[in-house]
């Protein structure tokens, strides 16, 4: 897919978000057990997307919830609208074309939400993703371990059947907490931009056959930033298990 037929689309869906059929009312928080295996929110977003400061809220409603880890990945494809964004990388939107390859869609949308790598909402209304991510938390299975060292630089993960195609892992490099940008230039002038969780770098740390292995972390991170590891699936990009470096603890996701 071009470049151009993404922003066509996304266009259309950033005007309907603008008139509120892409975003609901935030919902109250869920009360689930923060250590069970959480479930992986990415939202593909951009600053200079009409539609897209709607449903960083909507993220950041569900940011704090336990057993939801929310990532906040930038895409540089708005850019043109006369605002360059500041979170932007080439990367992350080779990262949403990857999955709009593994879910069969026609084109990506701006902003989206990919669930556990399985499951996608354009947009982001409090309702479905909400519902989308009690789906995901209740279709648990036992997946491979993931083990932060003790000294930091390094994670361990365990044994388990590999998918057909093979896994990979991944370092994902974020901000946690919440940033605001004053946006200067395009559809969103004199607005305050809020993001929550901003990735900075995805790092692949190597191949996953199904024996444990110890993988190095990256070591380009600034001392604020903190890492998420997915392990994630070459061909259908599921996301099999995943855990957070986190001082008050390590969160696990599942297959």
Not at 12 to 35: H, K
Not at 74 to 91: C, I, M
Not at 103 to 120: A, F, Y
Request: with cysteine; net charge neutral.
């Amino acid at each position: 897919m071009t470049v151009r037929g993404s922003i066509r689309f996304g266009m259309v869906a950033a005007t309907l978000a603008s008139v509120g059929l892409l975003t609901g009312a935030a919902a109250p928080p869920r009360e689930r057990d923060a250590t069970v295996q959480p479930v992986v929110v990415e939202l593909f977003t951009a600053q200079g997307c009409s539609g897209c400061p709607d449903a960083n809220r909507t993220l950041e409603a569900v940011a704090n919830e336990p057993g939801v880890i929310a990532l906040t990945y930038g895409v540089d494809y708005w850019d043109y609208l006369g605002w360059p964004d500041t979170f932007a990388k080439p990367e992350f939107a080779a990262r949403q074309q990857a999955y709009r390859q593994a879910l069969k869609l026609r084109n990506v949308s701006t902003p989206q939400v990919v669930i556990d790598g399985r499951r996608h909402l354009s947009g982001a209304r409090s309702p479905e993703l909400q519902a989308a991510i009690d789906a995901e938390a209740a279709a648990r299975l036992h997946p491979p371990e993931i083990e932060f060292r003790e000294t930091g630089d390094r994670v361990g993960v365990g044994s388990g059947r590999p998918p057909a195609g093979g896994a990979e892992v991944m370092a994902v490099v974020y901000q946690p907490g919440l940033q605001t940008v004053e946006v200067r230039q395009g559809d969103n002038r004199g607005q305050a931009v809020r993001h929550v969780n901003v990735v900075r770098q995805v790092h692949r740390l190597g191949d996953w056959t199904g024996r444990p292995v110890l993988y190095v972390l990256p070591t380009d991170s600034a001392s604020e930033d903190n890492v998420v590891v997915l392990l994630q699936a070459k061909t259908d990009r599921r996301i099999l298990s995943a855990a957070r470096r986190a001082e008050r603890g390590l969160e696990r996701a599942r297959d």
